[in-house]
């Protein structure tokens, strides 16, 4: 899938990417959380994403496929500057690992190295809204 694949399904309602997915409903789970985002839907998508929908509406697709990840992440810096995000932080995924935060493109990619851990992809906003409604520091890693 390309990035503008997943930028399409913004345009779709819970119900409707469901519906048009064949989604199973066991793939669907109520009132979870991602992040700072709470009370949302998070519906296990076709390709081993997570798209997660609060009040009907999508906020954010969670992907950590690694060939997705690979594919998605080589697309992006061909068409973007990739050489200054708007911030770099703490990434989840570890101690070595870093969020790369593209709020304007509604992209965000976690890196150890030249890997790709994970990429978040959202409509687009400012830095201030992304870590905000968004991010959530990590805790201290504990070996």
Known sequence: MKLNDYKNWFTYSDDEFIVQNEIDRSQVEENVRYEKITQVTRVHG????????????????????????????????????TSAPEKMVRSRAGKPSNQLIFAKLGFTVSLKGDNVDFIEIYPPCSLEDYLDNVYREPGLFIR
Do not use: A, H, M, V
């Not at 076709?46 to 509406?57: A, I, R, V």
């Not at 906020?59 to 950590?64: E, Q, T, V």
């Open 46 to 81: 076709p390709n081993e994403e997570f798209l997660f929908f609060k009040d009907g509406t999508l906020r954010i697709i969670y992907i950590s496929s690694e060939i997705l990840c690979e594919g998605l992440w080589r697309e992006f810096k061909k068409s973007f500057d």
